[in-house]
């Protein structure tokens, strides 16, 4: 299936969105304290629970496939993890929160399981990362943080496919990869390209880009070997730490937010510019490919008079009916809901990317996005068409 | 008492410093004034000879920026908006179409120094509107962005 499927589930923000396994349910935080759980019924998604335990704004969510355990981070310092128990009264199943005490003195910022499912690693504002294992003697959950050298809150965090490093971008300016080894709860990992024998809160690699800004995302490839961060300056880097080359692209439109990896040489990043854009490239450099946003295919239905270009540019919708207003004396235009609405998918800033489903081993055919406009859209990583031709031709 | 008016973050040992957010330029403040002033020369000279691609090239490359450099910042303002103001409206886009990246991000840079001093020396609006432009058409708004990230300000 090419053309992307779309969903509007909300009229307000998306925050966060979390598949379960099957992608028969989605967990959903619309920028408040709940989470909400829909339920795919034929062509659309219905809301069937709504989780609330949380004081503050959700910022992150994530459910792990195989134990169908939930968890969920806020600014409210605190992170619950939710599994499905029968409830006593009716014996129908449902989920149960279990609080995790982090220690952290400010807001949670994103949440991630490990690829095991027995530890989870929480970025906070509190410039630490909480790792969070399992403690059956006490039946709880036990965090340990991981401190220097970070110098401001984290922004977002992956782990590695062995369990044990994790990769954090924060808005010091740097990307960092972390060894996240906790005795009781790791086996001695094999040594990779990132390093061998290391104990909790190593440094296994510092990296920036050039013009800096906050690192939004990080994401290890498929094997682990390759390290990729998007940051505020409008730019993608790779790390490959055999060299260590890092390649860094810049782009010419808005900064990307959000990214991730569909195989060994190719990722989807997404961010302001409300479009998924895919960079492939190997040892030897990487280049910007094209977006999975063929507006072309869907322009012809907003009829004429819309001339609006990609988000920012001078020769927009916008600057047009200002530019009507004064000139000619017409307010509004000639199709006034037309000329707001942009030409992609995603009619704001895309704030969450994340694989939906896989053609192969690490290899990922669908992925599906969230953003500020309350749309949930899953795309084919296949259907990339260049980006170039568009921006030329969008000129007025 | 007056608990209200002190300055907390001072007493913080732990505080995240400006500097600690981008690498210092690695030349010392006179070494890097001297290094401006003998780019103005080359400047001068590639544009009596009617060279703006070379003369923008020199210009731009390894700008002086931070804290300590003010006069050479200053000096290589000066010689960027000298070229920018001796170039012709209609051969801008290729000028700027020759830039490398770096370059056009520099130059960026410098734009929106000199609409930030309006009336310093030769700073002319309507020059700098033209050039911005062009360098957005060219290098669009990504180049904006790394302009107001970039902590590396010339």
Same mark, same amino acid.
């Given at each position: 299936?090419?053309?992307?499927?779309?969903?509007?589930?909300?009229?307000?923000?998306?925050?966060? %969105?979390?598949?379960?396994?099957?992608?028969?349910?989605?967990?959903?935080?619309?920028?408040?304290?709940?989470?909400?759980?829909?339920?795919?019924?034929?062509?659309?998604?219905?809301?069937?629970?709504?989780?609330?335990? %949380?004081?503050?704004?959700?910022?992150?969510?994530?459910?792990?496939?195989?134990?169908?355990?939930?968890?969920?981070?806020?600014?409210?310092?605190?992170?619950?993890?939710?599994?499905?128990?029968?409830?006593?009264?009716?014996?129908?199943?449902?989920?149960?929160?279990?609080?995790?005490?982090?220690?952290?003195?400010?807001?949670?910022?994103?949440?991630?399981?490990?690829?095991?499912?027995?530890?989870?690693?929480?970025?906070?504002?509190?410039?630490?990362?909480?790792?969070?294992?399992?403690?059956?003697?006490?039946?709880?959950?036990?965090?340990?943080?991981?401190?220097?050298?970070?110098?401001?809150?984290?922004?977002?965090?992956?782990?590695?496919?062995?369990?044990?490093?994790?990769?954090?971008?924060?808005?010091?300016?740097?990307?960092?990869?972390?060894?996240?080894?906790?005795?009781?709860?790791?086996?001695?990992?094999?040594?990779?390209?990132?390093?061998?024998?290391?104990?909790?809160?190593?440094?296994?690699?510092?990296?920036?880009?050039?013009?800096?800004?906050?690192?939004?995302?990080?994401?290890?490839?498929?094997?682990?070997?390759?390290?990729?961060?998007? &940051? %505020?300056?409008?730019?993608?880097?790779?790390?490959?730490?055999?060299?260590?080359?890092?390649?860094?692209?810049?782009?010419?439109?808005?900064?990307?937010?959000?990214?991730?990896?569909?195989?060994?040489?190719?990722?989807?990043?997404?961010? %302001?510019?409300?479009?998924?854009?895919?960079?492939?490239? &190997?040892?030897?450099?990487?280049?910007?490919?094209?977006?999975?946003?063929?507006?072309?295919?869907?322009?012809?239905?907003?009829?004429?008079?819309?001339?609006?270009?990609?988000?920012?540019?001078?020769?927009?919708?916008?600057?047009?009916?200002?530019?009507?207003?004064?000139?000619?004396?017409?307010?509004?235009?000639?199709?006034?809901?037309?000329?707001?609405?942009?030409?992609?998918?995603?009619?704001?800033?895309?704030?969450?990317?994340?694989?939906?489903?896989?053609?192969?081993?690490?290899?990922?055919?669908?992925?599906?996005?969230?953003?500020?406009?309350?749309?949930?859209?899953?795309?084919?990583?296949?259907?990339?068409?260049?980006?170039?031709?568009?921006?030329?031709?969008?000129?007025? | 008492?007056?608990?209200?008016?002190?300055?907390?973050?001072?007493?913080?040992?732990?505080?995240?410093?400006?500097?600690?957010?981008?690498?210092?330029?690695?030349?010392?403040?006179?070494?890097?004034?001297?290094?401006?002033?003998?780019?103005?020369?080359?400047?001068?000279?590639?544009?009596?000879?009617?060279?703006?691609?070379?003369?923008?090239?020199?210009?731009?490359?390894?700008?002086?920026?931070?804290?300590?450099?003010?006069?050479?910042?200053?000096?290589?303002?000066?010689?960027?908006?000298?070229?920018?103001?001796?170039?012709?409206?209609?051969?801008?886009?290729?000028?700027?179409?020759?830039?490398?990246?770096?370059?056009?991000?520099?130059?960026?840079?410098?734009?929106?120094?000199?609409?930030?001093?309006?009336?310093?020396?030769?700073?002319?609006?309507?020059?700098?509107?033209?050039?911005?432009?062009?360098?957005?058409?060219?290098?669009?708004?990504?180049?904006?962005?790394?302009?107001?990230?970039?902590?590396?300000?010339?």
């Amino acid at each position: 299936m090419s053309t992307p499927e779309v969903y509007s589930i909300a009229k307000i923000p998306v925050t966060c %969105h979390a598949f379960n396994a099957d992608r028969s349910q989605v967990a959903v935080s619309l920028n408040d304290n709940n989470v909400q759980i829909y339920t795919k019924q034929g062509k659309e998604w219905i809301v069937t629970e709504t989780l609330s335990e %949380h004081d503050k704004v959700i910022t992150s969510i994530d459910w792990a496939p195989n134990s169908n355990r939930i968890v969920t981070a806020s600014q409210d310092r605190n992170a619950y993890v939710w599994s499905l128990s029968p409830d006593p009264l009716t014996g129908k199943l449902v989920w149960k929160p279990t609080l995790v005490l982090l220690r952290i003195n400010r807001a949670a910022t994103f949440v991630r399981w490990s690829p095991n499912e027995d530890k989870f690693a929480v970025a906070s504002g509190a410039r630490a990362i909480a790792i969070c294992s399992f403690d059956p003697e006490n039946n709880w959950w036990v965090a340990r943080q991981l401190k220097k050298p970070i110098r401001s809150t984290v922004l977002s965090v992956d782990w590695h496919p062995n369990n044990v490093l994790l990769a954090a971008g924060s808005a010091d300016m740097k990307a960092r990869v972390f060894s996240a080894y906790i005795k009781d709860v790791d086996k001695r990992p094999s040594p990779t390209i990132w390093g061998e024998k290391l104990p909790f809160n190593t440094i296994c690699g510092e990296y920036t880009s050039p013009a800096g800004g906050w690192v939004h995302a990080v994401g290890f490839s498929p094997s682990g070997d390759t390290l990729a961060f998007a &940051s %505020h300056d409008s730019s993608i880097s790779i790390v490959y730490p055999g060299g260590p080359f890092i390649y860094n692209i810049r782009i010419s439109s808005l900064p990307y937010v959000t990214l991730s990896w569909t195989s060994e040489d190719a990722l989807v990043a997404a961010g %302001h510019d409300c479009q998924p854009v895919v960079f492939s490239g &190997s040892e030897q450099g990487w280049a910007l490919v094209g977006t999975l946003d063929d507006s072309t295919a869907s322009s012809a239905s907003k009829g004429s008079g819309a001339k609006a270009g990609a988000v920012g540019r001078l020769n927009s919708a916008a600057f047009n009916s200002f530019r009507n207003a004064d000139q000619r004396g017409q307010s509004g235009g000639g199709d006034a809901a037309a000329d707001t609405e942009l030409l992609t998918v995603h009619q704001n800033t895309i704030t969450s990317v994340r694989p939906y489903a896989y053609s192969g081993e690490g290899v990922v055919s669908r992925v599906s996005t969230t953003g500020v406009d309350g749309k949930l859209v899953i795309w084919d990583v296949n259907a990339v068409t260049a980006l170039a031709g568009k921006m030329g031709g969008l000129r007025v | 008492m007056s608990f209200r008016k002190i300055d907390i973050d001072a007493y913080d040992e732990d505080v995240l410093l400006e500097s600690e957010l981008y690498e210092p330029d690695p030349r010392d403040p006179a070494q890097a004034l001297s290094d401006a002033k003998q780019k103005q020369v080359v400047v001068r000279s590639a544009l009596a000879k009617g060279d703006i691609p070379g003369a923008l090239d020199i210009a731009l490359d390894s700008a002086p920026y931070g804290p300590n450099v003010e006069e050479a910042k200053n000096l290589t303002l000066q010689t960027v908006v000298l070229i920018l103001n001796s170039t012709k409206s209609s051969e801008i886009s290729n000028v700027v179409k020759a830039l490398s990246q770096d370059a056009q991000d520099t130059l960026m840079k410098y734009i929106y120094k000199g609409m930030g001093m309006p009336g310093w020396g030769d700073v002319s609006g309507s020059v700098l509107l033209g050039w911005h432009e062009k360098l957005t058409e060219i290098a669009g708004t990504g180049c904006i962005v790394r302009v107001m990230t970039d902590r590396r300000t010339v």
